[in-house]
């Protein structure tokens, strides 16, 4: 461990007002609120108002801008923003630069990065070696998905699981090297890309697949084949957490775990041993929302004084690539 320390100054987060309830979704296709809750255990996610002008690029902004208020700070003083996103709102320029330019961060390095549901985790991970290594001194940190602009609304496989949201936090350096991520994995496997993918041109589709129609710029997933990724590295980035750092559950305040699935987050839960008051859940009222899930939790949890100064927290996260990423962190 180097002598530098990290320092979460400040987290924050942004959900659209525009909410999707089950019900909603039954009038515009084939489902009903109680096959949704019993599969998943959603029951409303959020929705971008995109002829208002709402994108990734304005939850992104705001979950740091609320992140940057809370840490008592201003875009100026950053030396690098990472938005972990699926669903920038171009290509180029990144999204990170033009929320630099939103926020009034110049210069300041800049990138946008994709690692699906994992996107937040991978990021935090990443700020906090580079702050180590002494290359930089603050760090904003988004993961943020506006996943309504790539959910193609009549498939009902794929229709009711995701939402959009934004979280977002601020590193910085700290003269106690103890401070900040103590144990992390980043790691994927490319073979089993197949399993969650966009397809932007026909060629992209995978030879096979299955469907009435495919639209192009829509996410594909084969739900049983993620599933029991998900669930079984769920369960084995957690262990490892533990078995790493020689922490038990009485030593973490909180597993802050992606919401993909609440059968999911139940089976983990009930394997490893985890009490309900560790494991937070807001899948009920937010869906899924990709790299926006972690980053949403974290601020909420720290908002409702559920996370403090001096405690351990996990951070867990899984998803297309297939990807897979966990954080142990000393607040």
Request: aromatic share 6%; proline share 2%.
């Amino acid at each position: 461990m180097s002598g530098i320390g990290v320092r979460i100054a400040g987290t924050g987060s942004a959900v659209p007002e525009q909410r999707l309830t089950n019900h909603d979704l039954a009038s515009m296709v084939d489902t009903n609120d109680e096959w949704i809750v019993q599969r998943t255990g959603i029951h409303e996610r959020r929705i971008i108002n995109q002829e208002a002008g709402e994108s990734q690029l304005t939850l992104a902004t705001s979950a740091l801008e609320r992140a940057l208020a809370d840490a008592s700070m201003q875009g100026s003083d950053l030396d690098l923003i990472i938005n972990a996103t699926v669903s920038s709102d171009m290509t180029c320029p990144s999204t990170a630069h033009r929320i630099a330019n939103e926020l009034g961060a110049a210069p300041v390095a800049a990138f946008d990065m994709q690692a699906a549901c994992c996107g937040f985790v991978y990021a935090m991970n990443l700020a906090d070696s580079l702050i180590r290594s002494g290359r930089h001194k603050a760090v904003g940190v988004i993961g943020c998905d506006a996943m309504s602009t790539l959910v193609d609304y009549e498939d009902r496989s794929m229709s009711i699981l995701f939402g959009d949201a934004g979280g977002a936090a601020v590193l910085t350096a700290d003269d106690n090297p103890t401070l900040g991520c103590i144990h992390q994995v980043i790691e994927g496997d490319g073979n089993g890309w197949e399993s969650l993918y966009i397809p932007r041109k026909q060629r992209d589709v995978v030879p096979g697949a299955v469907g009435e129609h495919i639209k192009l710029g829509c996410l594909r997933m084969d739900g049983r084949s993620v599933y029991k990724f998900a669930v079984n590295k769920f369960i084995n980035v957690i262990q490892d957490a533990f078995e790493s750092t020689g922490l038990t559950v009485d030593d973490v305040s909180q597993v802050i775990c992606h919401q993909s699935n609440i059968r999911m987050i139940n089976s983990a839960k009930e394997k490893l041993g985890l009490p309900d008051d560790k494991v937070y859940i807001n899948i009920d009222k937010y869906g899924n929302s990709s790299a926006g899930s972690v980053g949403l939790c974290f601020d909420q949890l720290r908002k409702e004084g559920r996370i403090n100064t001096g405690d351990t927290i996990i951070m867990v996260a899984f998803g297309g690539g297939m990807t897979w990423s966990s954080g142990v962190w000393q607040l």
